[in-house]
């Protein structure tokens, strides 16, 4: 079975930057056959979305507190899921998950959690102020 794998994650001043890629491990393990998504949970709070892609690479989607500062993308030659953060802030800081979604469509997109079967661990994000 596919399982997602992050990496990236660790501690930034406000305002730094930091770069999260996901990969994936096990049987079928080609991030270019799924949708991704990537999500974080902040101690004492539900998991919530961060930022989508679709399996073609073609459409993205983010959430309203990191759009602007946060970048989704591809790198199909390293079959790997880039989030690139920037402009971090105090609240950002989370573990962050990264998952996978099976889609018929190249282009579908979701950011409900329960849509996508595969989880990775997470890697902690830390930004201090």
């Known amino acids: 079975q596919v399982r997602p794998a992050e990496s990236g994650g660790g501690l930034v001043q406000a305002g730094g930057s930091l770069r999260l890629s996901c990969t994936a491990t096990?049987?079928?393990?080609?991030?270019?056959?799924?949708?991704v998504g990537w999500f974080r949970q902040a101690p004492g709070k539900e998991r919530e979305f961060v930022a989508a892609?679709?399996?073609?690479?073609?459409?993205?989607r983010y959430s309203d507190s990191v759009k602007d500062r946060f970048t989704i993308s591809r790198d199909n030659a390293k079959d790997t899921v880039t989030l690139q953060m920037d402009s971090l802030k105090p609240e950002d800081t989370a573990v962050y998950y990264c998952?996978?979604?099976?889609?018929?469509?190249?282009?579908?997109?979701?950011?409900?959690?329960?849509?996508?079967?595969?989880w990775g661990q997470g890697t902690q994000v830390t930004v201090s102020s």
């Open positions: 998952a996978f979604r099976i889609t018929v469509s190249t282009l579908q997109i979701t950011t409900t959690p329960r849509e996508y079967g595969y």
């Open positions: 096990g049987r079928y393990s080609s991030v270019s056959s799924y949708g």
């Open positions: 892609l679709s399996r073609s690479g073609g459409r993205t």
